[in-house]
Every structure is written in structure tokens, then in C-alpha cells.
């Protein structure tokens, strides 16, 4: 009974955390970044070999090549887990990191930023 109580304890633990995105920025800080990425000097090619593909691909209206790359991880609220209470309200918390990307038409980093910020959702009825 013991070992069937730890599993069901594992399995809600497991089942309350989810992340996606690039798992390459993962453990990047603004710090890290700054470090990797220099403006003027770091290319495209050298940003694909130590992030993979982007996110998103964009251009600013003066034709500059924009990538976006994201990971968030997200964990269940306690409430979600309250009988009855978590039909009506329910919801998650966690972080997301993104850096974003500019080039210049040479193909080297232009100008680059890093944000993590605190992220939630909510849904239901409660708010």
C-alpha cells in the first residue's frame, strides 16, 4: 500500500510541471548570453550552432532579420488540486526566458536582448 501511495505521490508531482520551447536556453541568463553573443562580431550561423532553429523569424520595417527564441516551464497551481473547487478555478505559474535577435544585412548580430519574466494562467470561473 505504501509503495502504491509513493507512486500516485510521484505521478501527481510529475503531472504538475511542463515546459516547452527550446531547451537550448533553458539554463541561460542574461549574463550567459552576453558571454555567447557579441553584437557586430557573433553570425547566424554561429547563433543556429549553439541554439538550433528559432522560434519565429520576423523583420522590422527597416528590413532587419529578427529570431525569437523562448522556453517556459510551467507548474500546476496547489488549488488545481483541491476536489471539486478545481472544477471551477484552476491555473499555473512558472517562468519564461526569451532572447531576441537582430541582424544586420551582413549576417551578424546587430543588437540582442534576454528577458525572463514571471509568467500565470488562469482559468475558470474564479478570478
Excluded at 10 to 21: D, F, Q, T
Excluded at 24 to 34: L, V
Excluded at 40 to 47: I, S
Excluded at 98 to 119: C, M, P
Amino acid at each position: 500500500m505504501r509503495k502504491l501511495l509513493c507512486a500516485g505521490a510521484m505521478a501527481l508531482v510529475l503531472a504538475g510541471c511542463s515546459s516547452y520551447g527550446n531547451r537550448a536556453i533553458k539554463n541561460e541568463t542574461a549574463a550567459t548570453i552576453d558571454q555567447k553573443i557579441q553584437d557586430g562580431v557573433t553570425t547566424k550561423d554561429q547563433v543556429k550552432t549553439m541554439f538550433g532553429d528559432p522560434l519565429e523569424i520576423n523583420y522590422t520595417d527597416g528590413g532587419r532579420e529578427v529570431w525569437k527564441y523562448e522556453f517556459k516551464t510551467l507548474h500546476e497551481n496547489g488549488e488545481n488540486y483541491i476536489p471539486y473547487y478545481s472544477a471551477f478555478s484552476n491555473g499555473r505559474h512558472g517562468k519564461a526566458k526569451t532572447v531576441l535577435l537582430i541582424f544586420d544585412d551582413k549576417g551578424h548580430v546587430w543588437h540582442h536582448t534576454f528577458a525572463e519574466s514571471k509568467i500565470s494562467t488562469h482559468s475558470g470561473v474564479a478570478d
